[in-house]
């Protein structure tokens, strides 16, 4: 179990929310179960399967889909460090009623923004705020 995970589970707690922390790496490319290997940043920000700074986690891959089936969160929260770009929106096994995402739009350049904000809208999702770099978007 990393340092981040134990952070992300220890935020729950004090917060009296109830979730469930699963060390994985999202990632629709690669078959579930196939080993990864996530860069956690010293500071733990920026962690990434990207990353090229800090110590190297071996993690097991799973899909969103796997884990939209297992869960069925009303709220999805996607900080994934500039791959929204490449987050497929549609056939969903089950349709959070609100996606919180992180969107790195200066990395990603406002082409890459209006191409996400597109592709979630044809799936029936709209943008109703922002504030930074995190958007709101509830299932309409």
Do not use: K
């Not at 060390?23 to 196939?34: I, L």
């Amino acid at each position: 179990r990393s340092d981040l995970l134990a952070i992300i589970a220890d935020t729950l707690s004090l917060n009296g929310v109830e979730g469930t922390c699963r060390q994985a790496a999202v990632h629709d490319g690669v078959p579930d179960a196939t080993a990864l290997s996530f860069m956690v940043s010293a500071g733990l920000l920026f962690s990434s399967l990207d990353g090229t700074e800090g110590r190297s986690v071996e993690v097991p891959s799973v899909t969103l889909s796997t884990l939209l089936r297992a869960h069925s969160p009303d709220v999805l929260i996607v900080d994934i460090e500039g791959a929204e770009r490449h987050m497929e929106f549609r056939n969903w096994p089950h349709r959070p009623r609100v996606i919180l995402m992180e969107i790195h739009t200066p990395s990603l350049g406002t082409s890459a923004l209006c191409d996400i904000l597109m592709r979630l809208a044809s799936t029936g999702y709209r943008a109703t705020d922002v504030g930074w770099h995190t958007w709101v978007f509830v299932d309409s």
